[in-house]
């Protein structure tokens, strides 16, 4: 089985624009959660979906959104980027959510705001 | 909420000695806990879990972790370190309906030749 996936690798963007991050789940896993990775705030949590719903959400501002698809696909969104938004975004899959479930994750987006 | 701490943000062993991560957590109810690594440029890659069977539990590469609810630990251990062992390590806790993990800040692990 393919693992997660996750596009593009690497994005440069500049202050105030916005971006669109993509992550395709492993085959048949129908949750997908998103986290952030910074040298100063380590991991944090940003969103989970489970069949097109989010069901949670860590505390990040309006600006940071996402969304899942109806064959389990997930794309996060951050409009108005800041030089603080730069970081390591990681997306995460498992079967059906559980948290007994392990996650599996993407090697990630590296985010640069310039 | 649920939370864990790490202790010791770097640590440096020789090749063939004990590997030692510490890790505290801090829950309401039983908690799941997990404990994953890091490489260069990569995502994480789960190494073992808790999840209220078997209080030892075994990972891949020769790790392995000890749940003890009486002192909230979960430290991971892996009794002769290899240079391929140097990564950042994870610690991770989640409540059963949180549908998210909380992670501690991380330990970076140096392998000495």
């Known amino acids: 089985k393919a693992g997660v996936t996750q596009t593009p690798r690497y994005l440069i963007k500049t202050r105030g624009q916005q971006v669109t991050l993509s992550c395709s789940p492993i085959s048949g896993h129908r949750s997908v959660s998103w986290y952030q990775q910074t040298p100063g705030q380590g991991l944090q949590f940003l969103f989970e979906y489970f069949s097109e719903t989010q069901r949670n959400k860590g505390n990040f501002p309006g600006r940071f959104s996402g969304r899942q698809f109806s064959n389990s696909r997930s794309e996060m969104n951050v409009s108005t980027l800041e030089l603080g938004d730069s970081a390591l975004y990681l997306c995460?899959?498992?079967?059906?959510?559980?948290?007994?479930?392990?996650?599996?994750f993407g090697n990630g987006t590296r985010l640069t705001v310039t | 909420a649920q939370s864990v701490t790490q202790l010791g943000s770097h640590v440096s062993v020789s090749e063939g000695a004990l590997v030692l991560l510490r890790c505290n957590y801090s829950?309401?109810?039983?908690?799941?806990l997990f404990w994953y690594v890091q490489y260069p440029n990569q995502g994480l890659q789960l190494l073992l879990k808790?999840?209220?069977?078997?209080?030892l539990v075994k990972g891949i590469n020769g790790f392995e972790a000890e749940f003890k609810k009486s002192e909230t630990s979960f430290h991971l251990t892996k009794p002769s370190a290899h240079m391929s062992d140097a990564a950042e390590y994870f610690c991770?806790?989640?409540?059963?309906?949180?549908?998210?993990?909380?992670f501690g800040a991380g330990t970076t692990v140096t392998v000495r030749a």
């Open positions: 991770a806790v989640s409540g059963r309906s949180d549908y998210k993990l909380s």
């Open positions: 808790y999840t209220s069977a078997a209080t």
């Open positions: 995460a899959s498992s079967p059906q959510g559980e948290m007994s479930s392990p996650l599996h």
């Open positions: 829950s309401s109810v039983p908690p799941y």
